[in-house]
């Protein structure tokens, strides 16, 4: 039976220089940022090989840079002779449109005109808002939430993203922030750390682009998924159609439930993963969440060579 679980990362995986070796080495990869940048109406090579890292970080660049280096990435292990089988994949947040891509749900012109129009808006709502994200470590998710409800008489505020068992990101107005911080660190977290983010995303101050998403979304051609994918917004499995489309459009103003998705993989017997795109977010995330399992993080030549 399959036992590996394929997962792509999200928005602050990004850096200067990202695929840049694999681009170089196949013409195929070149394609794919071609045909990226035919979407996109600008050169997303230049921009994830030259920079500069401010423009690169900005939310409507950063989105489909990391997809279109993930999609490169996931290509040169499709032509390496060396894809394991499947058994489940998630994306985290952004990366759930890798995942469909490689899920066979979404096309890849479809999922770069997507997420270019999800950057976008999301940055127009952060440029909106005066939100921000904390996060909240060594407490439980249960007490983070009771802390979020205390601190909601000063603004807007939620639990953003669940990624690990002791680990909570915190989404809302900066005054909201600040009362969870304070009460968080009352409350005994090892750490309350302000992250230096665009905005207050998976928050309710996104709602404006969820709608503004929403048609775009619902005019796009998703399949059935070939490979059992992970939604994050419910952190359960997601197969039809109609379903994710709505998960799409709701994982912006709704919580990511990235904890859960990936107890959920472990419990169905899955050890080994494969992070395929920028950065090591996943990976870091995995030991906290199961340090049992494995994480193999693939981007470079180097890392390809490794697999054997």
Known sequence: MANTGYLFPGQGAQAVGMGKDIYDAYDYVRDTYGKASEVLGYDIAALCFEGPIEKLTETKFSQPAILVTSAAALEVLRRSGK????????G????????????????????????DKRGRFMQEAC?????SMVSVIGLPPEKVEEIVSQAAQKGV???????????VVVSGDRPALEEVSNLANEAGAKRVIPLNVAGAFHSALMSPAAEK???FVEEADVVKPEVRFVSNVTGSFAESPEEIKQNLIRQVDNPVRWSQSMQLLVSEGIRDFLEIGPGRVIAGLMRRIDPD?????LLSLESFDSLG
């Open 83 to 90: 894809l394991p089988e499947a058994r489940a994949t998630a």
């Open 92 to 115: 985290l947040s952004l990366g759930e449109y890798t995942a469909l891509v490689f899920a066979g749900s979404l096309t890849f012109e479809q999922a770069v005109f997507l997420v």
């Open 127 to 131: 440029d909106n808002s005066n939100g």
């Open 157 to 167: 505020v939620c639990a953003g993203n669940y990624n690990s068992p002791l680990q």
């Open 213 to 215: 998403l929403a048609p």
């Open 293 to 297: 399992a494995k994480v193999t993080t």
